[in-house]
């Protein structure tokens, strides 16, 4: 069974950092490309970050470009989100999600979330 | 990123139809990307429900279909059951190499 599981998430004041882990199993973990993708109280989803299966491409939405970082390590089956100068706004639940093995741009396999609260 | 815009709410009693439209622009759904929707319960992962504008995945029912014509695409639910109480979303790929995620829509069955 495919599955991801994500961890790091905790209670900080703003301008601090923190880095979130996604843990992959069941599945080729380095032939495919990760994201993460959140939700903040009350809202929908919002994409944040992607990363090719080599690390050789990654993208962020404008809210975060320049604050956050997106790695994984094949090796161990691993995904991260270096998450730095966090904002009030950055509060929310933080999803891990496996991209599809084609063209189709979707996420085929999510994990459950770890939140992240930022708060003076 | 821009943002796909969908209905906040929709409703239908046990065994009737609803749909969820999903509205975007040339930039995303009309530039030819595919649209995805996805089935989320508070609490639990989301669900991919349909991919490439009509494609069920392993497992997902045949109640859930899916087009999409232009800048729009539609999701829709026949037979409407009570597990099918959730928040769904559509997704699709902006032409600023960016993931875009509806506004999200709340299906309560009466």
């Known amino acids: 069974e495919m599955q991801l599981v994500e961890s790091g998430g905790g209670l900080l004041q703003p301008g601090r950092s923190l880095r979130l882990s996604c843990a992959a199993s069941?599945?080729?973990?380095?032939?495919?490309?990760m994201h993460w993708v959140r939700q903040a109280p009350g809202k929908g989803l919002e994409w944040v970050s992607g990363?090719?299966?080599?690390?050789?491409?990654?993208s962020y939405a404008d809210s975060v470009k320049g604050r956050f970082t997106i790695s994984r390590d094949n090796a161990k089956n691993s995904l991260y989100l270096q998450m730095n100068s966090l904002r009030l706004e950055d509060t929310a639940l933080y999803f891990c999600?496996?991209?599809?093995?084609?063209?189709?741009?979707?996420?085929?396999?999510w994990g459950k979330g770890t939140t992240v609260t930022v708060s003076s | 990123q821009s943002v796909l815009t969908q209905p906040p709410s929709v409703s239908g009693a046990p065994g009737q139809r609803v749909t969820i439209s999903c509205t975007g622009s040339?930039?995303?759904?009309?530039?030819?990307?595919?649209v995805h929707w996805y089935q989320h319960l508070p609490g639990t992962a989301p669900k991919l429900l349909i991919y490439?504008?009509?494609n069920r995945p392993s497992g997902v029912p045949d109640r859930f279909s899916g087009s999409k014509s232009g800048t729009s695409a539609s999701l829709a639910i026949t037979g409407l059951q009570a597990e099918d109480e959730a928040d769904y979303y559509c997704?699709?790929?902006?032409?600023?190499?960016?993931?875009?995620f509806g506004t999200g829509t709340k299906v309560t069955v009466l």
């Open positions: 999600a496996k991209r599809d093995g084609g063209s189709g741009r979707y996420m085929d396999v």
């Open positions: 069941g599945f080729s973990f380095h032939d495919f490309a």
């Open positions: 990363i090719s299966w080599d690390s050789g491409i990654t």
């Open positions: 040339s930039s995303d759904i009309g530039a030819g990307y595919g």
């Open positions: 490439g504008n009509n």
């Open positions: 997704q699709s790929y902006g032409s600023l190499s960016a993931y875009v």
